[in-house]
Protein backbone atom coordinates (compact mmCIF):
# COMPACT_ATOMS: atom_id res chain seq x y z
CA UNK A 1 0.00 0.00 0.00
CA UNK A 2 1.30 3.81 -0.80
CA UNK A 3 -1.38 5.29 1.06
CA UNK A 4 0.32 7.91 2.83
CA UNK A 5 3.04 8.13 0.03
CA UNK A 6 0.36 9.21 -2.24
CA UNK A 7 -1.67 11.41 0.08
CA UNK A 8 1.79 13.11 0.68
CA UNK A 9 2.98 13.61 -2.54
CA UNK A 10 -0.10 15.40 -3.75
CA UNK A 11 -0.89 17.08 -0.55
CA UNK A 12 2.61 18.36 -0.79
CA UNK A 13 3.61 19.17 -4.30
CA UNK A 14 -0.37 20.27 -5.71
CA UNK A 15 0.15 22.61 -2.96
CA UNK A 16 3.37 23.68 -3.73
CA UNK A 17 2.67 24.26 -7.49
CA UNK A 18 -0.58 26.18 -6.94
CA UNK A 19 0.68 28.00 -3.66
CA UNK A 20 3.78 29.16 -5.43
CA UNK A 21 2.68 29.91 -8.66
CA UNK A 22 0.83 32.47 -7.17
CA UNK A 23 3.19 33.94 -4.57
CA UNK A 24 5.35 34.36 -8.14
CA UNK A 25 2.83 35.84 -10.28
CA UNK A 26 2.06 38.64 -7.19
CA UNK A 27 5.83 39.30 -6.48
CA UNK A 28 6.04 40.01 -9.81
CA UNK A 29 3.55 43.22 -9.00
CA UNK A 30 5.63 44.16 -5.77
CA UNK A 31 9.05 42.93 -5.99
CA UNK A 32 9.78 43.61 -2.62
CA UNK A 33 7.45 41.80 -0.95
CA UNK A 34 8.68 38.30 -2.87
CA UNK A 35 10.10 36.85 0.07
CA UNK A 36 7.05 37.42 2.05
CA UNK A 37 4.69 36.19 -0.71
CA UNK A 38 6.99 32.87 -0.32
CA UNK A 39 6.83 32.61 3.53
CA UNK A 40 3.01 32.17 2.48
CA UNK A 41 3.53 29.85 0.38
CA UNK A 42 5.28 27.78 2.32
CA UNK A 43 3.34 27.93 5.21
CA UNK A 44 0.33 26.93 3.15
CA UNK A 45 2.47 24.37 1.50
CA UNK A 46 3.05 22.75 4.94
CA UNK A 47 -0.28 22.70 6.43
CA UNK A 48 -1.94 21.44 3.32
CA UNK A 49 0.86 18.26 3.29
CA UNK A 50 0.28 17.86 7.12
CA UNK A 51 -3.08 17.58 6.53
CA UNK A 52 -2.79 15.09 3.73
CA UNK A 53 -1.44 12.69 6.36
CA UNK A 54 -4.64 12.83 8.26
CA UNK A 55 -3.03 14.31 11.82
CA UNK A 56 -4.92 16.75 12.93
CA UNK A 57 -3.16 19.95 14.39
CA UNK A 58 0.80 19.14 15.39
CA UNK A 59 2.18 18.15 12.25
CA UNK A 60 0.46 20.47 10.16
CA UNK A 61 1.87 23.28 12.33
CA UNK A 62 5.42 21.72 12.75
CA UNK A 63 5.31 21.73 8.57
CA UNK A 64 4.19 25.14 7.95
CA UNK A 65 6.20 26.83 10.43
CA UNK A 66 9.42 25.05 8.81
CA UNK A 67 8.17 25.61 5.53
CA UNK A 68 7.81 29.25 5.80
CA UNK A 69 11.07 30.43 7.51
CA UNK A 70 12.65 28.05 4.53
CA UNK A 71 10.81 29.81 1.42
CA UNK A 72 11.14 32.78 3.29
CA UNK A 73 15.02 32.66 3.40
CA UNK A 74 14.85 31.39 -0.18
CA UNK A 75 13.18 34.64 -1.15
CA UNK A 76 15.62 36.98 0.36
CA UNK A 77 18.28 35.48 -2.00
CA UNK A 78 19.65 38.19 -4.34
CA UNK A 79 23.59 37.33 -5.95
CA UNK A 80 23.53 34.82 -8.60
CA UNK A 81 26.21 32.38 -8.40
CA UNK A 82 27.81 30.99 -11.08
CA UNK A 83 30.58 28.37 -10.15
CA UNK A 84 29.73 24.88 -9.88
CA UNK A 85 31.06 24.92 -6.61
CA UNK A 86 28.27 27.27 -5.80
CA UNK A 87 25.68 25.11 -7.30
CA UNK A 88 26.45 21.53 -6.02
CA UNK A 89 26.86 23.43 -1.84
CA UNK A 90 23.87 25.12 -2.48
CA UNK A 91 22.25 21.65 -2.80
CA UNK A 92 24.05 20.36 -0.20
CA UNK A 93 23.48 23.45 1.97
CA UNK A 94 19.50 23.04 0.94
CA UNK A 95 19.25 18.99 1.61
CA UNK A 96 20.58 19.59 5.52
CA UNK A 97 17.90 22.42 5.83
CA UNK A 98 15.33 20.20 4.91
CA UNK A 99 17.03 17.32 6.82
CA UNK A 100 15.98 19.44 9.89
CA UNK A 101 12.61 20.33 8.50
CA UNK A 102 12.08 16.25 8.40
CA UNK A 103 13.43 15.59 11.79
CA UNK A 104 11.19 18.30 13.60
CA UNK A 105 8.33 16.60 11.82
CA UNK A 106 8.52 13.11 12.94
CA UNK A 107 9.18 14.93 16.49
CA UNK A 108 5.83 15.99 16.30
CA UNK A 109 4.07 12.57 15.44
CA UNK A 110 3.19 10.08 18.51
CA UNK A 111 6.17 8.02 19.96
CA UNK A 112 4.84 5.05 17.99
CA UNK A 113 4.99 6.71 14.77
CA UNK A 114 8.13 8.06 14.79
CA UNK A 115 11.26 6.97 12.23
CA UNK A 116 13.95 8.58 10.22
CA UNK A 117 11.98 10.67 8.70
CA UNK A 118 14.86 13.77 8.77
CA UNK A 119 16.28 11.50 5.26
CA UNK A 120 12.83 12.27 3.46
CA UNK A 121 12.88 15.48 2.65
CA UNK A 122 16.79 15.95 2.44
CA UNK A 123 17.19 13.73 -0.58
CA UNK A 124 14.47 16.03 -2.73
CA UNK A 125 15.45 19.15 -0.82
CA UNK A 126 19.29 18.46 -1.94
CA UNK A 127 18.25 17.71 -5.59
CA UNK A 128 16.09 20.74 -5.27
CA UNK A 129 18.68 23.51 -4.58
CA UNK A 130 21.08 22.03 -7.13
CA UNK A 131 17.92 22.56 -9.32
CA UNK A 132 17.14 26.28 -7.76
CA UNK A 133 20.86 27.37 -8.18
CA UNK A 134 21.33 25.71 -11.50
CA UNK A 135 18.05 27.86 -12.61
CA UNK A 136 18.79 30.86 -10.93
CA UNK A 137 22.63 31.52 -11.57
CA UNK A 138 24.31 29.39 -14.84
CA UNK A 139 21.11 29.06 -16.50
CA UNK A 140 19.37 32.45 -16.15
CA UNK A 141 20.97 33.93 -18.94
CA UNK A 142 21.69 31.10 -21.29
CA UNK A 143 17.75 30.10 -21.19
CA UNK A 144 16.58 34.09 -20.98
CA UNK A 145 14.47 33.63 -17.83
CA UNK A 146 14.05 36.84 -17.10
CA UNK A 147 13.21 38.67 -13.56
CA UNK A 148 10.10 36.26 -13.02
CA UNK A 149 11.22 33.68 -10.17
CA UNK A 150 9.98 30.50 -11.83
CA UNK A 151 13.08 28.79 -10.17
CA UNK A 152 11.08 28.65 -6.89
CA UNK A 153 8.40 27.08 -8.18
CA UNK A 154 9.94 24.22 -9.61
CA UNK A 155 11.99 23.74 -6.33
CA UNK A 156 9.20 23.71 -4.28
CA UNK A 157 7.40 20.86 -6.68
CA UNK A 158 10.77 19.24 -6.36
CA UNK A 159 10.60 19.47 -2.87
CA UNK A 160 6.89 18.72 -2.36
CA UNK A 161 6.57 15.73 -4.69
CA UNK A 162 9.64 14.01 -3.63
CA UNK A 163 9.29 14.67 0.08
CA UNK A 164 5.97 14.47 0.46
CA UNK A 165 6.00 10.67 -1.24
CA UNK A 166 8.95 9.87 0.66
CA UNK A 167 7.86 10.98 4.38
CA UNK A 168 4.53 9.25 3.40
CA UNK A 169 6.22 5.98 2.33
CA UNK A 170 7.69 5.93 5.83
CA UNK A 171 4.70 5.98 7.62
CA UNK A 172 2.77 3.67 4.86
CA UNK A 173 5.96 0.85 6.78
CA UNK A 174 4.98 1.61 9.97
CA UNK A 175 1.45 -0.15 8.92
CA UNK A 176 2.79 -3.29 7.51
CA UNK A 177 3.17 -6.56 9.26
CA UNK A 178 6.57 -7.43 7.24
CA UNK A 179 8.60 -4.21 8.31
CA UNK A 180 12.05 -5.66 9.47
CA UNK A 181 11.29 -7.76 6.39
CA UNK A 182 11.49 -4.88 4.24
CA UNK A 183 14.48 -2.95 5.76
CA UNK A 184 16.43 -5.95 5.54
CA UNK A 185 16.24 -5.59 1.68
CA UNK A 186 16.75 -2.17 1.61
CA UNK A 187 19.46 -0.78 -0.66
CA UNK A 188 22.10 1.74 0.62
CA UNK A 189 20.39 4.52 -0.92
CA UNK A 190 24.01 6.76 -0.25
CA UNK A 191 26.22 4.58 -1.70
CA UNK A 192 24.26 4.59 -4.63
CA UNK A 193 24.25 8.19 -4.39
CA UNK A 194 27.75 8.32 -4.10
CA UNK A 195 28.91 5.99 -7.00
CA UNK A 196 26.30 8.10 -8.91
CA UNK A 197 27.62 11.79 -8.54
CA UNK A 198 31.24 10.09 -9.59
CA UNK A 199 30.04 8.44 -12.53
CA UNK A 200 28.13 11.45 -13.50
CA UNK A 201 30.87 13.76 -12.98
CA UNK A 202 33.35 11.79 -15.16
CA UNK A 203 31.17 11.18 -17.81
CA UNK A 204 30.08 14.92 -18.15
CA UNK A 205 34.05 15.58 -18.35
CA UNK A 206 34.46 13.38 -20.79
CA UNK A 207 31.58 14.46 -22.62
CA UNK A 208 33.02 18.46 -22.61
CA UNK A 209 36.83 18.58 -21.82
CA UNK A 210 37.89 16.64 -24.50
CA UNK A 211 36.07 18.92 -27.06
CA UNK A 212 37.90 21.81 -24.96
CA UNK A 213 34.32 23.04 -24.03
CA UNK A 214 32.84 23.49 -20.01
CA UNK A 215 29.67 22.45 -18.94
CA UNK A 216 26.75 25.24 -19.18
CA UNK A 217 29.28 27.25 -20.17
CA UNK A 218 30.95 28.09 -17.30
CA UNK A 219 33.57 30.74 -17.46
CA UNK A 220 34.25 32.76 -14.99
CA UNK A 221 37.77 33.54 -14.88
CA UNK A 222 40.86 33.91 -17.98
CA UNK A 223 42.12 30.24 -17.00
CA UNK A 224 39.23 27.60 -18.63
CA UNK A 225 41.50 25.00 -16.94
CA UNK A 226 40.64 26.14 -13.80
CA UNK A 227 37.05 26.21 -14.58
CA UNK A 228 37.29 22.31 -15.74
CA UNK A 229 39.51 21.59 -12.17
CA UNK A 230 36.50 23.16 -10.15
CA UNK A 231 34.03 21.40 -11.73
CA UNK A 232 35.91 18.27 -11.07
CA UNK A 233 36.49 19.31 -7.19
CA UNK A 234 33.15 19.77 -7.09
CA UNK A 235 31.63 16.13 -8.03
CA UNK A 236 34.80 14.59 -6.50
CA UNK A 237 33.85 16.51 -2.90
CA UNK A 238 29.78 15.44 -3.25
CA UNK A 239 31.20 11.82 -3.82
CA UNK A 240 33.42 11.47 -0.62
CA UNK A 241 30.80 13.31 1.84
CA UNK A 242 27.62 11.09 0.05
CA UNK A 243 29.98 8.04 0.06
CA UNK A 244 31.00 8.63 3.84
CA UNK A 245 27.88 8.89 5.31
CA UNK A 246 26.98 5.57 3.02
CA UNK A 247 29.82 3.61 5.06
CA UNK A 248 27.42 3.96 8.32
CA UNK A 249 24.85 1.76 6.43
CA UNK A 250 24.51 -1.35 4.39
CA UNK A 251 26.41 -2.31 1.14
CA UNK A 252 29.64 -0.70 2.49
CA UNK A 253 31.39 -2.15 -0.50
CA UNK A 254 29.22 -0.07 -3.11
CA UNK A 255 29.98 2.95 -1.18
CA UNK A 256 33.77 2.53 -1.09
CA UNK A 257 33.45 1.95 -4.85
CA UNK A 258 32.01 5.20 -4.83
CA UNK A 259 34.54 6.81 -2.59
CA UNK A 260 37.14 5.57 -4.75
CA UNK A 261 35.57 7.18 -7.97
CA UNK A 262 35.58 10.47 -6.14
CA UNK A 263 38.75 10.58 -5.12
CA UNK A 264 39.61 9.75 -8.57
CA UNK A 265 38.09 13.10 -9.60
CA UNK A 266 39.68 15.36 -6.83
CA UNK A 267 42.94 13.90 -7.70
CA UNK A 268 42.14 14.75 -11.84
CA UNK A 269 41.29 18.31 -10.38
CA UNK A 270 44.93 18.77 -9.03
CA UNK A 271 46.35 17.29 -12.70
CA UNK A 272 44.72 19.53 -14.85
CA UNK A 273 46.00 22.35 -13.34
CA UNK A 274 49.34 21.40 -13.94
CA UNK A 275 51.38 22.12 -16.96
CA UNK A 276 51.54 20.94 -20.05
CA UNK A 277 47.58 19.95 -19.85
CA UNK A 278 46.61 23.34 -18.58
CA UNK A 279 48.34 25.20 -20.80
CA UNK A 280 47.38 23.01 -23.94
CA UNK A 281 43.77 23.39 -22.33
CA UNK A 282 43.72 26.84 -22.28
CA UNK A 283 44.96 27.40 -25.75
CA UNK A 284 42.45 25.22 -27.17
CA UNK A 285 39.58 26.29 -25.39
CA UNK A 286 40.19 30.28 -26.42
CA UNK A 287 41.34 29.21 -29.99
CA UNK A 288 38.02 27.50 -30.38
CA UNK A 289 36.45 30.29 -28.84
CA UNK A 290 37.40 32.49 -31.35
CA UNK A 291 36.93 30.49 -34.34
CA UNK A 292 33.24 29.83 -33.51
CA UNK A 293 32.67 33.23 -32.58
CA UNK A 294 34.80 35.61 -34.51
CA UNK A 295 31.53 37.89 -34.91
CA UNK A 296 31.35 38.68 -31.41
CA UNK A 297 33.37 41.19 -29.12
CA UNK A 298 33.36 39.51 -25.90
CA UNK A 299 34.77 36.58 -27.42
CA UNK A 300 36.99 37.70 -29.25
CA UNK A 301 38.52 39.96 -25.81
CA UNK A 302 38.06 36.98 -23.63
CA UNK A 303 39.59 34.34 -26.25
CA UNK A 304 42.92 36.71 -26.67
CA UNK A 305 42.79 37.56 -22.67
CA UNK A 306 43.23 33.70 -22.54
CA UNK A 307 45.50 33.44 -24.69
CA UNK A 308 47.97 35.46 -22.95
CA UNK A 309 47.88 34.16 -20.07
CA UNK A 310 48.20 31.05 -21.70
CA UNK A 311 51.51 32.21 -23.43
CA UNK A 312 52.34 33.64 -19.37
CA UNK A 313 52.41 30.24 -18.17
CA UNK A 314 54.82 29.07 -21.23
CA UNK A 315 57.06 31.41 -20.64
CA UNK A 316 55.88 33.32 -24.15
CA UNK A 317 56.18 37.09 -23.30
CA UNK A 318 55.89 38.22 -26.56
CA UNK A 319 52.73 36.31 -27.75
CA UNK A 320 51.26 37.16 -24.05
CA UNK A 321 51.72 41.23 -25.30
CA UNK A 322 50.56 40.41 -28.83
CA UNK A 323 47.63 38.53 -27.29
CA UNK A 324 47.10 41.67 -24.34
CA UNK A 325 46.91 43.84 -27.28
CA UNK A 326 44.51 42.09 -29.60
CA UNK A 327 42.06 41.97 -26.40
CA UNK A 328 42.13 45.79 -26.32
CA UNK A 329 40.95 46.07 -29.89
CA UNK A 330 37.04 45.43 -29.33
CA UNK A 331 34.41 47.03 -28.03
CA UNK A 332 33.52 44.69 -25.38
CA UNK A 333 35.69 46.66 -22.93
CA UNK A 334 32.72 48.98 -23.09
CA UNK A 335 30.63 46.76 -21.08
CA UNK A 336 33.24 45.62 -18.36
CA UNK A 337 36.30 47.49 -17.24
CA UNK A 338 39.38 46.02 -19.05
CA UNK A 339 41.14 43.27 -17.10
CA UNK A 340 44.79 44.09 -15.71
CA UNK A 341 45.84 40.63 -14.24
CA UNK A 342 48.01 39.94 -17.41
CA UNK A 343 49.35 43.34 -17.90
CA UNK A 344 50.34 43.31 -14.37
CA UNK A 345 52.34 40.62 -14.80
CA UNK A 346 53.69 41.84 -18.20
CA UNK A 347 54.80 44.93 -16.05
CA UNK A 348 56.77 42.97 -13.27
CA UNK A 349 58.60 41.48 -16.27
CA UNK A 350 59.78 44.76 -17.96
CA UNK A 351 57.47 44.88 -20.78
CA UNK A 352 56.73 48.95 -20.02
CA UNK A 353 56.08 49.83 -23.45
CA UNK A 354 53.52 46.78 -24.08
CA UNK A 355 51.87 47.60 -20.89
CA UNK A 356 51.17 51.77 -22.13
CA UNK A 357 49.85 50.80 -25.23
CA UNK A 358 47.23 48.52 -23.49
CA UNK A 359 46.60 51.82 -21.70
CA UNK A 360 46.31 53.91 -24.76
CA UNK A 361 43.99 51.14 -26.49
CA UNK A 362 41.96 50.60 -23.35
CA UNK A 363 41.06 54.54 -22.94
CA UNK A 364 39.50 54.69 -26.97
CA UNK A 365 36.63 51.49 -25.91
CA UNK A 366 36.68 52.57 -21.80
CA UNK A 367 36.61 56.90 -21.65
CA UNK A 368 35.26 57.09 -18.51
CA UNK A 369 38.28 54.71 -16.98
CA UNK A 370 39.93 57.66 -18.74
CA UNK A 371 41.45 59.66 -15.46
CA UNK A 372 42.36 56.46 -13.81
CA UNK A 373 44.44 55.25 -16.55
CA UNK A 374 46.29 58.44 -16.51
CA UNK A 375 47.16 57.98 -13.32
CA UNK A 376 48.46 54.60 -14.27
CA UNK A 377 50.36 55.53 -16.69
CA UNK A 378 52.05 58.53 -14.92
CA UNK A 379 53.29 55.88 -12.67
CA UNK A 380 54.77 53.47 -15.16
CA UNK A 381 56.17 56.36 -17.03
CA UNK A 382 58.00 56.94 -13.54
CA UNK A 383 59.18 53.67 -12.76
CA UNK A 384 56.49 52.89 -10.29
CA UNK A 385 54.25 49.86 -10.22
CA UNK A 386 50.18 51.07 -10.34
CA UNK A 387 47.86 49.55 -8.04
CA UNK A 388 45.84 47.97 -9.86
CA UNK A 389 43.56 47.75 -7.41
CA UNK A 390 41.85 50.96 -7.57
CA UNK A 391 38.63 51.67 -9.09
CA UNK A 392 36.27 54.18 -10.25
CA UNK A 393 34.58 56.30 -7.74
CA UNK A 394 30.97 56.09 -9.42
CA UNK A 395 29.71 59.81 -8.15
CA UNK A 396 32.50 61.62 -9.85
CA UNK A 397 34.24 59.58 -12.09
CA UNK A 398 37.51 60.28 -10.07
CA UNK A 399 39.69 57.22 -8.98
CA UNK A 400 38.91 56.03 -5.60
CA UNK A 401 41.85 54.98 -2.86
CA UNK A 402 42.01 51.93 -0.96
Known sequence: MTRFALRGAIGFGLTALIAFSLAVLYARTAPLLQADYFMVAGLICGVAGGLAYGRRWALPLVFGV??????????????????????????????????????????????????????????????AGIAFQVLYGPAHSLLNLGNTPWEHVIMWVIVGTG?????????????????????????????????????????????????????????????????AADWLWSWGLVGVIIGTIGLWRRGRILAVIGIGVAVALLFGSFRILENPWKTRFNSNYASKLLREHADSSAAIYTGNLVLAQAAL???????????????????????????????RILLDRGERDTVLEYFRRARNFWPQGGPLLDRWESAVRAGRRPNFNQRLNPLDGRPAER
Open 66 to 127: NLGLVAYLFGLQDARLLSPSDVLYTGLATAFVFWLVGGCAVLALPSRLRFDGAKAFAIPGGI
Open 163 to 227: GGWLFGAELDKLHRAAQATDKSRQRNPWAVASVGCGLLGLALAALYFPRYALPLDLMNSISPASV
Open 313 to 343: DADDIANAGRYLLEAATTTAIQEKAPDFSVA
